[in-house]
């Protein structure tokens, strides 16, 4: 059974820093793009972060660039989100998706989530 098991998530103050962190069992990620979508109250999933499976490729949503970094490490079967400077509009559900093939288009396996909140 594909299970992902998110963690890192809580309650910073703006200008702080979260790691998160996103652990596949029961199959490998080698294979898969890895990406983070959040979710904030009222609003629509949004795209943060993707990376290609083998880390070549990277993207970021332009609300997040130069603060956000994206990586993966295959051996540990896990994808981590290194959230830097972060702001009361980052407060959101934080998801750890996976998808064959490249960054770009749906996901095809979806992480419980872990919620990120920044006080102003």
């Known amino acids: 059974q594909l299970q992902f098991v998110e963690s890192g998530g809580g309650l910073v103050q703006s200008g702080g820093s979260l790691r998160l962190s996103c652990t596949a069992s029961g199959f490998s990620l080698d294979y898969y793009a890895i990406g983070w979508v959040r979710q904030a109250p009222g609003k629509e999933r949004e795209g943060v972060s993707c990376?290609?499976?083998?880390?070549?490729?990277?993207n970021y949503a332009d609300s997040v660039k130069g603060r956000f970094t994206i990586s993966r490490d295959n051996a540990k079967n896990t994808a981590y989100l290194q959230m830097n400077n972060l702001k009361p509009e980052d407060t959101a559900i934080y998801f750890c998706?996976?998808?064959?093939?490249?960054?770009?288009?749906?996901?095809?396996?979806w992480g419980q989530g872990t919620q990120v909140t920044v006080s102003s």
């Open positions: 990376i290609s499976s083998r880390g070549g490729r990277i």
């Open positions: 998706a996976v998808k064959f093939g490249p960054c770009g288009g749906s996901y095809h396996y």
